[in-house]
């Protein structure tokens, strides 16, 4: 399985941006998928989860609840995590993750490259 993620880059606090990423290699739309992120000097910290089932489960860590989205396409083998209302605290490298399960379990798989979000104030 490949994963990656794209769509980073530098925005204005109160700007948006669209991540996406890109999974082949399995099939798609069994798994759960997840974001993360990772600002320097700080640990990973899981962003948002998506359930693989048909009820496509979303959940959300309290920082990005109301601004941010998690998505998918199975068509396209590609989830998305819509952000807005950014702030300068939401910059970080934003890494996708696959789920060995339907459901968000922990358990990650396959891990994308990361895709770098830039917030200024």
């Known amino acids: 399985v490949q994963l990656q993620a794209s769509g980073g880059g530098l925005v204005q606090a109160g700007g948006s941006l669209r991540l996406s990423c890109a999974a082949s290699?399995?099939?798609?739309?069994?798994?759960?998928m997840a974001w993360f992120r990772q600002a320097p000097g700080k640990e990973r910290e899981l962003v948002a989860t998506?359930?693989?089932?048909?009820?496509?489960?979303?959940r959300y860590v309290d920082s990005v609840k109301g601004r941010f989205t998690i998505s998918r396409d199975n068509a396209k083998n590609t989830v998305y995590l819509q952000t807005n209302s950014l702030k300068p605290e939401d910059t970080a490298v934003y890494y996708c993750?696959?789920?060995?399960?339907?459901?968000?379990?922990?358990?990650?798989?396959?891990w994308g490259p990361g895709t770098q979000v830039t917030v200024s104030s």
């Open positions: 998506i359930s693989g089932s048909t009820t496509r489960t979303t």
């Open positions: 290699g399995r099939t798609f739309s069994t798994y759960a």
């Open positions: 993750a696959q789920d060995r399960g339907s459901y968000y379990s922990g358990k990650l798989d396959y």
